[in-house]
């Protein structure tokens, strides 16, 4: 009798802890099968720009169809798809403007930031009209503040997605090299200036990847795609300087689909 009140006794004990058990990792599951919607945060790299089909609804947003996460939404068919990225857009207005699409719903981020930051816009317009000292001049500034002040806003834009999505996997992606050195171009700027800025580029990239480590994130390297697609490589998936000027320096459309989109479904 003993022994059977014993059994009986262990058999609900197993029983409950079992129950317990499945149902802690039912509602986890559950929690993590409800994250599964798309978020896309970050500057004109992400929205689009230079892409063409622009969504007439973002305004100077620029948020194009042919951007990287529009087509990998297509494919995917997200729960939900929540298109924030800005064209122009620094770490700040992704902190203001940009974190209100995210949620405990949100399953997967992607964003590219701190090229503003560090204006490489202004950098490349003083290296498209100035002298090459000037060039190379503005290309330091920007590498100055990539290195001394670009981490800090970066951590600041990562924590704040980490607590408004904490289910989410986030992927950082980078920006390409502008210019192949040594390649068919044979008139603008100096070859002295083009591998300044391509390193510029490295700068930034270098950077973004530690911050993302750092708070759990991946960092999609591009340039892995781009090589043999930067200007002057005589099969360009970047435009040069162009009309509408808004649209120099940034991905085609084959750049998005071919150079962003591969990059980060890899990583997503």
């Known amino acids: 009798m003993r022994l059977s009140r014993f059994a009986a006794t262990t058999a609900a004990f197993f029983v409950t802890t079992a129950l317990a058990l499945t149902g802690t990792s039912a509602a986890a599951s559950g929690r993590q099968a409800a994250a599964t919607g798309y978020t896309a945060l970050g500057d004109s790299y992400s929205s689009g720009v230079g892409a063409g089909s622009y969504d007439s609804a973002s305004g100077d947003c620029k948020r194009s169809t042919k951007a990287y996460p529009a087509l990998w939404a297509a494919s995917h068919s997200p729960s939900s798809f929540r298109f924030a990225a800005c064209s122009g857009a620094r770490t700040g207005d992704v902190l203001n403007s940009q974190l209100s699409s995210l949620d405990s719903s949100t399953g997967l981020v992607s964003i590219t930031i701190g090229g503003n930051d560090a204006g490489f816009a202004d950098t490349m317009t003083t290296c498209a009209l100035s002298s090459e000292s000037a060039c190379l001049a503005r290309v330091a500034q920007a590498v100055d503040y990539v290195r001394n002040t670009l981490p800090a806003?970066?951590?600041?834009?990562?924590?704040?997605?980490?607590?408004?999505?904490?289910?989410?996997?986030?992927?950082?992606?980078?920006?390409?090299?502008?210019?192949?050195?040594?390649?068919?171009?044979?008139?603008?700027?100096?070859?002295?200036?083009?591998?300044?800025?391509?390193?510029?580029?490295?700068?930034?990239?270098?950077?973004?990847?530690?911050?993302?480590?750092?708070?759990?994130?991946?960092?999609?390297?591009?340039?892995?795609?781009?090589?043999?697609?930067?200007?002057?490589?005589?099969?360009?998936?970047?435009?040069?300087?162009?009309?509408?000027?808004?649209?120099?320096?940034?991905?085609?459309?084959?750049?998005?689909?071919s150079g962003y989109l591969p990059v980060f479904s890899g990583a997503a």
């Open 153 to 257: 806003k970066l951590d600041g834009v990562y924590t704040a997605i980490s607590q408004k999505a904490p289910s989410a996997r986030v992927v950082v992606l980078g920006y390409p090299h502008f210019y192949k050195i040594g390649g068919s171009c044979i008139a603008g700027l100096s070859e002295k200036s083009r591998t300044a800025i391509n390193g510029a580029a490295d700068e930034i990239n270098g950077v973004t990847a530690k911050r993302a480590a750092d708070h759990g994130f991946s960092f999609a390297d591009v340039n892995t795609t781009f090589a043999g697609h930067e200007l002057c490589s005589g099969a360009a998936w970047l435009h040069s300087v162009t009309y509408p000027v808004l649209e120099s320096y940034h991905p085609t459309a084959t750049g998005q689909s």
